[in-house]
Every structure is written in structure tokens, then in C-alpha cells.
């Protein structure tokens, strides 16, 4: 049996916390955290008897962790995953990647050169049903992929009551519906059907109060010659978040508030359910962490890797750029 692996989690807000605490669950990790907020830092170390404690992250990558979380705002992603690199430590990333580009090709090269684990933590690809329903899509049983269109929401300040005083205040820290909520969409249809490479957005603040960051998004795409759309609110009453996939030879449709996919193949006919029973809250997140544990100790690849992250980055960009201009963005796309 491998060793424990020793975790460093960086920030220990809401996120941060359940990375923590996830870890944990693998049973496979010892767990430390660095957080500046001292009322924090100590809060969360009593409920879960962390030992050790940093408020200071040199101080923390000196202590020689196997790997590093970063779960602090966007813009802090890069120079932190920086220095964990700098210091041979393998590093899983929050989602988005960063809010800007800088830096993260030299990034790729450090964790390449220095053969380190890296990864970005967009959640959905440790979903079952989502796997399952990729799995189908990628035999071809269902034909070429032609269309997808993408449609969720939810009502955000019932899950995160204090969002006008965290990141998603500022669009500059990771906030707003495009960083923090429509990015999960975007990764997860990239891993279905490729990456996308031409958009145009419309986004607009509707209804949260306190803020005047955007709540509501819609997105025109193509990913190479299929024809995708995403529409998301952060405002409605419903929990919901739907995925499908128009192929030449059936419809294939995930729907995480439901926990299955489902598909359908004859005009007119009744759809095909494959329903999983419902997942505990942690779940994915500890299947996330079991992930990247396996990353690390070589027997896997990382379930998003930093290029894939990259260019779902771009994506991000590419749509708040669209909003602004109101014109069609291309999207750049790079070899792996």
C-alpha cells in the first residue's frame, strides 16, 4: 500500500474547505492548510483536527508537501501554482485557471520539465453519468456529433449567501456567471465534442442584488463543424443543468439534477434512461481527489489537465470579450 500523500490546501474558504475535507475522505492523504484569515485558518483546523497550519505559503511549500491545492481567488492561481512547481510539488488548481493568460505556458513548461502532476479542478469530469454518456458518444454508437446545446441555472445566493462579499463580487477575482458557473458547462462540452473555436456572447447583470457582475449568459459556439448554444442564469428557482448532443444517429442528453443521461435513436420512441442513484455531496469531489492521488503516483492522467484548462480559459475570455465588442471571437487553439 502507497503512503500517505501530504496535501496542502491553499485558502480555506467554502471550496477550499471541502477540498480539504475530501482529501481527507480518500484515506490516502494527510492534510495541512495555509490560509491568512486567522479566525479561518483556526475554525477549519478544529473541525476537521488538521495538525498543521501555515499562514504563509513559502513557509508551507518549505515543509515539503506532496501536493498543493490552490483554492484561493482566480488571479492568485498562476503565481502560486508558480511556486509550488518552483518547489517540486504536485499542484491541483481551482477552476477557472486564472483570469488572465499570463504565465501559464511557462507554467506548463515548470510542471513538464520538473515531471509534476498538474491539473484544474472542473468537477464535472469526475461525474459518472457524464463519463458514461462520453463513453457512448466517443464509440460512435450514436453517429457524428452535430449540435449541442447546453441550458442550466439556479438560484445563487440560496447556495452561497455571502456572494456579495467573496471573489464573485469582481470579475477580476473569478466572479460572475461566465468564471464561476458557466465555465463548468464549457469544460465539460469541450471534453464531450472538442474544443471550441469561434463565439459570440451576450451576458448582462438581471437580478442578483449587491453586485454588478453578470448573472445571465448566452452563448453561440462552434466547436469545429458542430453547432453548440449555452444559456445560464444564476437567478431562477430550479437547480437544474441540462447537456445534449444532436448526433446523425440519435440524441444523447446528461442531466446532472436527475443523475442520469439519456438518449434516443427513433423518431417519435420514448427515451432511454441510465439513472445512477443519487450522490452524496462529496462525491464528485472525492472522486476528483482519488483522481488526481492516481495522477500523482503515475497511474492516471489528470482528469483536466492545465492545457485543457487553458483553453477552456480562453473560452471564458473569449465570451466576456464578445459581450464587451459585440462581435464574433476565434479562439486559439494550440497542440497538446
Known amino acids: 500500500m502507497n503512503p500517505l500523500k501530504r496535501v496542502l490546501v491553499v485558502g480555506v474558504g467554502s471550496i477550499g474547505e471541502r477540498h480539504a475535507r475530501c482529501f481527507l475522505a480518500t484515506n490516502r492523504a494527510e492534510v495541512s492548510i495555509c490560509e491568512l484569515n486567522a479566525e479561518l485558518r483556526r475554525t477549519v483546523a478544529e473541525r476537521y483536527s488538521f495538525k498543521q497550519t501555515f499562514d504563509d505559503l513559502p ?3 518549505a515543509d515539503k508537501p506532496d501536493v498543493a491545492v490552490i483554492c484561493t481567488p482566480a488571479h492568485l492561481h498562476i503565481p502560486m501554482a508558480q511556486a509550488a512547481a518552483e518547489a517540486g510539488v504536485h499542484v491541483l488548481i481551482e477552476k477557472p485557471l486564472s483570469t488572465r493568460l499570463d ?3 511557462t507554467l506548463e513548461q515548470q510542471f513538464r520539465s520538473g515531471k509534476l502532476a498538474a491539473g484544474v479542478a472542473y468537477v464535472y469530469r469526475a461525474h459518472p453519468v457524464l463519463t458514461a454518456m462520453r463513453n457512448a458518444l466517443h464509440s460512435g454508437r450514436f453517429g457524428e456529433p452535430l ?5 442550466g441555472g439556479q438560484h445563487f445566493p440560496f447556495y ?11 470579475r477580476a477575482t473569478g466572479g460572475g456567471a461566465v468564471h464561476d458557473a458557466l465555465t463548468h458547462v464549457i469544460n465539460a ?3 464531450l465534442i472538442g474544443p471550441a473555436d469561434r463565439l459570440a456572447a451576450d451576458i448582462d447583470h438581471l437580478a442578483l442584488e449587491g453586485v454588478t457582475v453578470e448573472d445571465t449568459v448566452h452563448v453561440l459556439a462552434r466547436h469545429g463543424r458542430v453547432m453548440a448554444s449555452y444559456s445560464l442564469n444564476q437567478h431562477q428557482a430550479a437547480n437544474e443543468s441540462t447537456i445534449s448532443v444532436v448526433c446523425r444517429g440519435g440524441i444523447v442528453r446528461f442531466e446532472y439534477h436527475a443523475n442520469r443521461w439519456r438518449w434516443a435513436t427513433e423518431p417519435g420512441a420514448d427515451w432511454h434512461d441510465e439513472t445512477w442513484p443519487p450522490l452524496e455531496r462529496d ?9 488526481f492521488l492516481d495522477a500523482v503516483e503515475g497511474s492516471a492522467a489528470p482528469l483536466c489537465t492545465i492545457h485543457d484548462g487553458l483553453q477552456t480559459l480562453r473560452v471564458n475570455l473569449a465570451i466576456l470579450a464578445s459581450a464587451e465588442q459585440q462581435t464574433w471571437q476565434t479562439i ?3 497542440n497538446p
Request: aromatic letters at 14%.
Open 59 to 61: 513557509l508551507a511549500l
Open 103 to 105: 504565465g501559464i505556458e
Open 147 to 151: 449540435q449541442l446545446v447546453a441550458n
Open 160 to 170: 452561497r449567501p455571502a456572494y456579495r462579499e467573496i471573489y464573485y463580487k469582481d
Open 189 to 191: 462540452s469541450e471534453w
Open 283 to 291: 462525491a464528485l469531489f472525492v472522486r476528483q481527489a482519488e483522481a
Open 332 to 334: 486559439q487553439r494550440d
